[in-house]
């Protein structure tokens, strides 16, 4: 049995200061420190806040091995950066690839407080294994959770994409989940939205509205606009993910509500590839459940929630239209989503909740109370966001900031393979 003493605890819900959690892979018991009993293991916590580890409701482990990587790159429009870029990127990627960019991108959002990743994953070189290939790497060796598709879409050969999802989605432990994956209407002809929903009835995970482009290309071809064509082939699955919805119409909102699918916002990301900003306010008008994501960009989670918070009050013409409960529903909604797929509970640090946990430094530099928690942790925690243990499944991935793997040859090899994918997309 482990335990963390001395423990201020926040779990976006409940405040307790002085506490002390015993776990094994669930939490089995908090208290205030007058009752601890002691435990074989011990965390000393003090001057930390514990908090439950982040999840991120939409990634791209596949964006790894972009950093640094110089391409011509002279975009007019958002089809262009998947051209320039995106696509050049992941029709290269192989098993090699894809287990290095799943290990580092591992070690990265462990160091950022992450313990569980829903990601949306392609590689042109290896369609079939590639979401085991990932799982492996994330969650055998490297110790998070992880929830994962293969990006279907009319760029490969379908019927390998939709085996690959199918294959996946067999295999289930509390630790990995499979979701149906498809990339974008723009990369999805009529045949294949129906080939595949008549082949599978569960929750999707795609890309939708995230630029203009994507909602012209829909009118234009099909004379529809993005979510209604979904709804048209009956892929508004209850609990899928729909990942940013920039450009939706209240209409479109209704429709993503009635069929109780969650929309993934990745600011940061929308920001960086200038496509505009998604209506936060009007999704809450609709009772659309929003979580947050971060498109592959980074692994900085308490950056991105901190850009979601700032931004959507930018959007709103207010700063009241996003609001620390605004952002608090997010993180709980991501939660709530990734709890469904992995049948587990996350989130809370109560008994019968995994023990997915971090442990933040945080010294108050003013008075701390159950009312004024959620400020300090946006604009205080979050400001300078740097965990020093990491819980997975109440395994101990990060202590004392050192990470129990042999990061530095992980890295020299990882930059071996980047070199070489990048010879053969520069060459
Ligand atoms: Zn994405």
Redesign the pocket.
């Given at each position: 049995m482990k335990a963390i003493i001395n423990a201020n605890i926040f779990d976006y819900e409940n405040f307790y200061e002085h506490y002390y959690i015993i776990f094994d892979k669930n939490i089995l018991e908090i208290g205030p420190m007058d009752n601890f009993k002691g435990a074989d293991q011990i965390i000393d916590a003090k001057d930390n806040l514990v908090l439950p580890g982040f999840v991120v409701g939409?990634?791209?482990i596949y964006s790894t091995f972009a950093r640094g990587l110089n391409l011509p790159f002279n975009p007019f429009n958002f089809k262009d950066i998947l051209e320039q870029l995106w696509w050049k990127l992941d029709s290269r990627l192989g098993k090699e690839e894809n287990y290095y960019s799943a290990l580092i991108a591992g070690i990265e959002f462990i160091k950022n407080g992450v313990t569980t990743v829903i990601d949306?994953h392609a590689s042109g070189l290896q369609i079939k294994g590639s979401l085991n290939t990932l799982k492996t790497a994330l969650c055998d060796e490297i110790g998070l959770r992880g929830i994962f598709c293969f990006e279907t879409s009319d760029r490969f050969n379908v019927d390998e994409c939709i085996e690959e999802n199918l294959e996946f989605l067999e295999t289930h432990s509390d630790m990995h989940a499979g979701l149906f994956g498809l990339h974008a209407s723009l990369s999805l002809s009529d045949k294949t939205l129906e080939k595949i929903s008549n082949i599978f009835k569960g929750p999707i995970h795609i890309?939708t509205a995230?630029s203009i482009d994507d909602v012209e290309d829909s009118l234009s071809k099909y004379g529809v606009r993005v979510i209604t064509r979904l709804e048209k082939f009956g892929l508004l699955r209850e609990n899928s993910i729909l990942?940013?919805c920039v450009h939706t119409s209240e209409d479109e909102l209704e429709l993503i509500s009635k069929h109780n699918c969650y929309v993934a916002l990745?600011v940061s990301?929308n920001m960086n590839n200038a496509v505009g900003l998604p209506n936060y306010k009007l999704m809450k008008k609709h009772n659309v459940k929003v979580i947050a994501?971060n498109?592959?960009l980074g692994f900085n989670f308490a950056r991105e929630l901190l850009n979601l918070y700032f931004s959507m009050k930018l959007k709103g013409n207010s700063p009241l239209s996003f609001t620390p409960d605004d952002l608090r529903d997010v993180i709980k909604n991501t939660y709530e989503i990734a709890s469904r797929h992995l049948k587990i509970k996350l989130g809370k640090i109560e008994p019968g909740y995994v023990a997915d946990l971090i442990v933040v430094p945080y010294l108050p530099p003013t008075p701390l109370n159950n009312e004024n928690i959620l400020g300090h942790v946006i604009y205080g925690l979050y400001d300078n966001f740097k965990p020093s243990h990491v819980i997975v499944n109440g395994k101990t991935l990060m202590e004392n900031y050192e990470i129990k793997l042999p990061v530095d040859e992980i890295y020299n090899e990882a930059r071996k393979v980047a070199e070489n994918l990048w010879k053969t997309l520069e060459g």
């Open positions: 939409h990634t791209h949306h890309h995230e990942a940013h990745n990301s994501g498109d592959g």
